[in-house]
């Protein structure tokens, strides 16, 4: 059973930028043939919105509404994969959820960690 973890800071000030890490447990490796780890985030009273993703091949695909400040990357060596969203605003503040996506469609979410963006 994969199990996917999001890690991070719960509050984060305006204009600083918001780092959350997913580790990856229970045999699901990041470099496993044709998964993609993703990063999707639910604002409060909104529905779920696609940040992006990072490929068993290491390339990334980024929302096109974010991606001038998202920075997606990986650590083979833990199995962990981070989101780094810059400039944040609260606008920002959401649910964020770590993923595995395969066919195009995800098969297993993170539990979800609160992230708010607040002086």
């Known amino acids: 059973q994969v199990q996917l973890q999001e890690s991070g800071p719960g509050l984060v000030k305006p204009s600083q930028t918001l780092s959350l890490t997913c580790t990856v447990s229970?045999?699901?490796?990041?470099?496993?043939?044709?998964?993609?780890w993703t990063w999707i985030r639910q604002p409060p009273g909104k529905g779920l919105e696609w940040i992006g993703n990072?490929?068993?091949?290491?390339?990334?695909d980024i929302s096109p509404s974010l991606k001038t400040r998202t920075f997606i990357s990986r650590d083979t060596s833990k199995n962990q994969f981070t989101l780094q969203l810059s400039s944040v605003t609260p606008e920002d503040t959401a649910v964020y959820y770590c993923?595995?996506?395969?066919?195009?469609?995800?098969?297993?979410w993170g539990q979800g960690t609160q992230v708010t963006v607040s002086s």
């Open positions: 229970g045999g699901g490796s990041i470099t496993s043939n044709y998964y993609y």
């Open positions: 990072i490929a068993y091949s290491g390339g990334t």
């Open positions: 993923a595995r996506e395969t066919g195009g469609l995800i098969d297993y």
